[in-house]
């Protein structure tokens, strides 16, 4: 999974620039996706997750780690890339909602990337998928992503990267 954790803690530190939506209004009046979701928060956030992903193949490779899930480079991409997807989709319908940018969306803010990474992956290779998303791992991700979200989010607040631990 960490082509699809990366992506997120990287937008947060190197995006910023043009917004996505161009600063553009929705049909309702209110922002598409709103200031937080940035081109460059986006591209470099994919590369990153290519990029740990292309690592951890290496390292796979190097040290014959056959038991852990052997990624391509279509599965990295695709986690990489649905992570982001599934953050943009949910700041869609969080403007939607009328929330804020930035505004707590409990279970949605931490969920977004693992539902945008795992449907990506079941839509463009479902045969990586199967083979690979057994139910232990599944719960196992649903147990670590909160985890992880949270103690990510209160280590960037202090750091000032984020503006709120959460
Ligand atoms: N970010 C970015 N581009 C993205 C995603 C994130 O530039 N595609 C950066 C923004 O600076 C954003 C920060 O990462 O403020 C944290 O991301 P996130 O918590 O997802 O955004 P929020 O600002 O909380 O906005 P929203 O309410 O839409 O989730
Ligand atoms: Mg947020």
Do not use: C
Request: hydrophobic residues 50%; without cysteine.
């Amino acid at each position: 999974m960490l082509p699809a954790y990366l992506p997120n803690p990287i937008a947060a530190l190197f995006g910023g620039g043009m917004p996505v939506d161009l600063g553009k209004n929705f049909t309702d009046g209110k922002r598409v996706f709103g200031d937080g979701k940035t081109y460059r928060g986006l591209f470099i956030g994919i590369l990153a997750g290519i990029g740990i992903g292309l690592a951890q193949i290496w390292v796979s490779g190097a040290y014959g780690w056959e038991n852990l899930p052997q990624h391509t480079y279509m599965s990295i991409t695709l986690l990489a890339t649905g992570a982001l997807l599934g953050d943009l989709g949910k700041s869609f319908i969080k403007r939607r909602l009328g929330k804020e940018r930035g505004s707590k969306w409990p279970i949605a803010d931490m969920y977004d990337l693992v539902a945008g990474a795992l449907i990506l992956l079941l839509i463009f290779d479902p045969s990586w998928f199967y083979a690979n998303m057994t139910l232990m791992i599944f719960i196992f991700i649903l147990i670590l992503t909160p985890i992880l979200h949270r103690g990510i989010n209160i280590i960037g607040y202090h750091f000032r990267v984020k503006e709120v631990p959460w």
